[in-house]
C-alpha cells in the first residue's frame, strides 16, 4: 500500500504566497511522475503542474510564471511553491504520483493525497 500525505493548505490574501508538500510513504520502490491537482466548488478537478523522475516541469496556463513544482527523491515527497496568489486560485488541491512499490510482488499505483484546501481571500 502506498500513502500520500498533504500538507501547507490555508487561507491567505490576494498576492500572498503558500507552499504544499505531499509526502509519500509505504513500501515505496520508485516514484514516476508526480503531480499536482486542484478541484474549485463547482467545477471539475484540473492539472496545476506535473513533475517526471528527472525533473522535467509542466504547468497549466494559468498558473506560470507562480507556481513552481519540485521534489526531494530521496524523500519521495513533492512540493508545490505558490506565489502571488489570487482568489480564483481557491481550491482544494490533490498530489498525485505514479508509484512503483512491494506488495504480493511488484505493484503500481495511481496514488492521491486527501486533499488540502487552499483559500485565497481577496
Known amino acids: 500500500q502506498v500513502q500520500l500525505v498533504e500538507s501547507g493548505g490555508g487561507l491567505v490574501q490576494a498576492g500572498g504566497s503558500l507552499r504544499l508538500s505531499c509526502a509519500a510513504s509505504g513500501s515505496i520502490l520508485s516514484i514516476n511522475a508526480m503531480g499536482w491537482y486542484r478541484q474549485a466548488p463547482g467545477k471539475q478537478r484540473e492539472l496545476v503542474a506535473t513533475i517526471t523522475s528527472d525533473g522535467n516541469t509542466n504547468y497549466a496556463d494559468s498558473v506560470k510564471g507562480r507556481f513552481t513544482i519540485s521534489r526531494d527523491n530521496a524523500k519521495n515527497t513533492e512540493y508545490l511553491q505558490m506565489n502571488s496568489l489570487k482568489p480564483e486560485d481557491t481550491a482544494v488541491y490533490y498530489c498525485?504520483?505514479?508509484?512503483?512499490?512491494?506488495?504480493?510482488?511488484?505493484?503500481?499505483?495511481?496514488?492521491w493525497g486527501q486533499g488540502t484546501l487552499v483559500t485565497v481571500s481577496s
Open positions: 498525485n504520483a505514479g508509484v512503483w512499490y512491494k506488495g504480493e510482488g511488484i505493484r503500481y499505483s495511481e496514488a
